[in-house]
């Protein structure tokens, strides 16, 4: 006499179907079909149900990671010594993978690879799309064909920090312009009156819409015609905030704006140097808000970039033009704020 219990599992009685998937999650079988075919169309968190009712139910896959299906996408990076540079990597690589897409990233200057050599790279590899930050794009004097050559080839790509407006490409980027007249407006607020701008070269277009910034807020809150004498020019690194700031203490500053927050360190560094205090004798404001500023001696006060919401444009937009649902190039530009800490405080009385 045959036994009267239930089918053992993974019998052919019991191996669900699409429609038992579709059902135990509460959506349609068309919806389920783009899940197990890596489509687009479907949010993160119906993709996550489906995937979670396969297992459930004992839905049997080739392969578990199915979102890998999206394919690669390249995040080039101009490198991973400024602080802000890897923060907004990790969170491009962290949505990325969210959104089932296999990131792969490619720092500047690394390991003997240029930009164009990486773009060969991933071209070959079937890249999916690409995401530059703050890459050759940024650069004024740099040759855009690579950028046109990529278009050429129907691959979308989302520029990051540094808009080109002779691209057929999304780009996102902090509003710098605005960021620096705010961080100058509240050092007015202080009581400062001669203020400064360290900043890196003026070829790299975030450079020049600080400037733009800073000298707008000169003329309009200090009726500062010429803001040349104003403006000290290094590199973005400690050495070259350091130097900047040197020259602009000297020159009577009693407040200055960097153009980074390693610029700022070493602003920083360049007063105490010459027997001032931060920020009793000299105030400094950096930028970008990058990971550990908060514990730095004095706290450093700066401008926060929206890194995870630059990100987020910037993945989103990429996708859309993965997909083919973008609606045309865009730019994006997001608000910093203004972080107030120990570096900044009141103009010395003796200014």
């Known amino acids: 006499m045959s036994g009267g219990g239930a089918p053992k599992r993974g019998s052919t009685q019991e191996r669900p179907r699409l429609e038992d998937l579709a059902k135990h999650v509460g959506v349609s079988l068309a919806t389920v079909s783009r899940v197990l075919n890596g489509r687009s169309g479907v949010s993160r968190d119906v993709r996550q149900a489906v995937l979670t009712a396969m297992d459930d139910l004992g839905y049997e896959r080739a392969d578990r990671a199915l979102g890998t299906a999206r394919g690669q996408v390249g995040i080039i990076v101009a490198d991973l010594v400024n602080p802000i540079f890897p923060a907004m990597a990790q969170a491009a690589v962290s949505l990325l993978s969210q959104e089932d897409f296999i990131p792969v990233l490619c720092a500047l200057p690394g390991g003997g690879r240029s930009e164009d050599e990486y773009i060969e790279l991933l071209t070959r590899q079937g890249v999916a799309g690409i995401i530059f930050i703050c890459a050759s794009h940024a650069d004024g004097q740099a040759n855009m ?207």
């Open 145 to 351: 064909e690579r950028y046109h050559r990529l278009q050429g080839r129907g691959i979308p790509y989302v520029l990051v920090n540094g808009s080109r407006p002779e691209l057929d490409a999304t780009s996102v980027a902090n509003d710098d312009a605005k960021a620096i007249f705010d961080a100058v407006q509240y050092l007015v607020t202080m009581g400062h009156r001669k203020i400064g701008l360290s900043i890196g070269p003026h070829r790299f277009l975030p450079s020049r819409s600080k400037i733009e910034g800073f000298r707008r807020a000169l003329k309009e809150l200090l009726g500062v015609d010429d803001a040349a004498p104003h403006i000290a020019t290094s590199m973005f690194t400690i050495e070259g905030g350091h130097s900047a700031a040197a020259e602009l203490i000297q020159a009577g500053h009693t407040a200055f704006v960097c153009a980074s927050d390693l610029m700022a360190l070493g602003a920083v560094r360049a007063a105490r140097s010459l027997g001032l205090g931060v920020p009793e004798d000299v105030s400094v404001i950096g930028f970008d808000d990058s990971p550990l500023m908060a514990l730095t001696d004095p706290p450093l006060s700066t401008l926060r970039q929206p890194v995870n919401a630059i990100a987020h444009a910037a993945v989103q937009a990429l996708i859309a033009g993965i997909s083919g649902e973008a609606g045309g190039p865009s730019q994006v530009l997001l608000q910093s704020d203004l972080v107030v800490r120990g570096s900044a405080g009141p103009a010395p009385a003796k200014a």
